[in-house]
């Protein structure tokens, strides 16, 4: 993995991967139901979703410590060259929490606050 940001670009070069729907989202709405407040929202949160699956294919079979590892040193080494915002921690953040148990959303939690101060 090049950076942190790279699998959405590496992966989805001309299609949309896992079933993720591409292209125009008309009264798109976000993952709560809520109608988005502009393109640019549901732009973020597709690459978010984009990210998300791609993470999980790279990853697979991999333990969780290996995984938790490469995501801390990527996100790092993004936020000090400055390809990566706070806001696309919590964008990684807000598509990831759900699909973890409570130890396990605390512990992303942590670290992307630790990420955060970088």
């Known amino acids: 993995m090049s950076d942190f940001k790279s ?3 590496e992966n989805n070069a001309g299609s949309q991967s896992n079933g993720a729907q591409g292209g125009d989202h008309g009264g798109a709405t976000s993952s709560a139901g809520k109608p988005s407040g502009s393109s ?4 973020s949160e597709q690459q978010a ?3 998300a699956a791609t993470l999980a294919k790279a990853f697979a079979g ?3 410590g290996q995984i938790l590892s490469t995501i801390i040193a990527q996100a790092e080494q993004g936020k000090r060259d400055g390809t990566l915002t706070n806001a696309d921690l919590d964008n990684f953040y807000n598509t990831l929490a759900p699909l973890l148990d409570g130890f396990k959303k ?3 939690q942590q670290v992307i606050g630790k990420l955060k101060a970088i």
């Open 62 to 64: 991999k333990s969780e």
């Open 49 to 51: 979703i984009n990210l």
């Open 40 to 43: 640019a929202d549901v732009k």
């Open 7 to 9: 699998y959405r670009g």
């Open 106 to 108: 605390r512990k992303l």
